[in-house]
């Protein structure tokens, strides 16, 4: 309940899935939580969960693949609640389905764009707001597992998410004698509204799935959350650069 206590910070797609869950852990834990997504009823439903159970939340609409929206969430929290001690950069997007000899330019730059520049965007703002500060806030970024392994037919996606992991380990390296704590998260399969949807419908390949990971059950947008927010949190103080798995054990069949 303490962990985050009288923090400030924001997580980017937090309409639903592990953002949502994200945004509600940080404020179960006593931060105050800016909200922010592409789908604005989403986002309020967010926003109204936290405050139901007496956390602290606000909402601010934002493409997480445009700068605009990077430099206005900052200032948004600082304008709110006069500075920023975390950020979880955990907008990401999926891409067709089709082997690299197939592959569009368009897709590749819609992945790149949300997965990878929306976070090398979220991380400039945040990182040059902490120094202005001069105090060392903490950032964990939603890489995947797809990060370190190679899904046949999602160039895109695998692409921009090991991209993270570079992104990652480079800013943490630049701005670790600054204190300043930059990590990710990289889940495996987790059971968000949309897998649960699709497992209705294709329960034999989700069963085939369940089959591969060690743990034999997917991860909860909770089970995520919940590392996001101890990376960030005082705990993980002498962790940075790391990309930890959230996975049942799935890295170890790479
Ligand atoms: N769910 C999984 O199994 C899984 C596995 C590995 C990694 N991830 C990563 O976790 C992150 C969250 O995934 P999820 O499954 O919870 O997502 P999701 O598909 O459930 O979407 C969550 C939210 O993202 C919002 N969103 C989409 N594009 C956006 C944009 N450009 N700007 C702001 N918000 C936007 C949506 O409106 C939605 O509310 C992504 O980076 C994804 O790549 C998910």
Redesign the pocket.
């Known amino acids: 309940m303490t962990l985050m206590a009288g923090k400030n910070g924001l997580v980017?797609?937090?309409?639903?899935?592990?953002?949502?869950?994200s945004a509600l852990a940080f404020a179960r834990e006593g931060a105050r939580v800016l909200v922010?997504?592409?789908?604005d009823d989403?986002?309020r439903e967010t926003v109204d969960m936290i405050r139901s159970a007496g956390g602290t939340a606000e909402y601010l609409a934002?493409?997480?693949?445009?700068e605009s929206?990077a430099i206005a969430l900052v200032d948004r929290v600082v304008e709110l609640w006069g500075r920023l001690d975390f950020a979880h950069n955990?907008?990401?997007?999926?891409s067709p389905t089709k082997p690299v000899s197939e592959q569009e330019g368009s897709d590749w730059e819609r992945a790149f764009?949300?997965?990878l520049f929306?976070m090398m965007y979220a991380m400039k703002h945040q990182i040059r707001r902490f120094k202005e500060q001069k105090t060392p806030g903490a950032i964990v970024n939603?890489?995947?597992?797809?990060a370190v392994s190679a899904n046949a037919g999602l160039s895109p996606?695998n692409s921009s998410?090991w991209g993270v992991l570079g992104l990652t380990q480079t800013a943490a390296t630049e701005n670790a004698a600054d204190g300043i704590r930059i990590n990710a998260i990289?889940?495996?399969?987790?059971?968000?509204?949309?897998?649960e949807k699709w497992a209705a419908e294709v329960p034999d390949q989700y069963a085939g799935v369940l089959d591969g990971i060690p743990m034999k059950r997917?991860?909860t947008?909770d089970e995520?959350a919940n590392a996001a927010v101890w990376l960030c949190s005082e705990q993980a103080s002498y962790i940075t650069g790391v990309a930890l798995p959230v996975d049942g054990g799935l890295v170890l069949r790479r």
């Not at 980017?12 to 869950?21: M, N, Q, V």
């Not at 922010?36 to 789908?39: E, F, Q, T, V, W």
């Open positions: 980017t797609a937090s309409g639903g899935g592990i953002g949502r869950a922010s997504d592409i789908d989403a986002s934002g493409d997480a693949a445009e929206s955990n907008a990401g997007i999926g764009r949300i997965n929306g939603t890489a995947s597992i797809a996606y998410k990289m889940p495996g399969a987790t059971l968000t509204a949309a897998i997917m991860g947008p995520q």
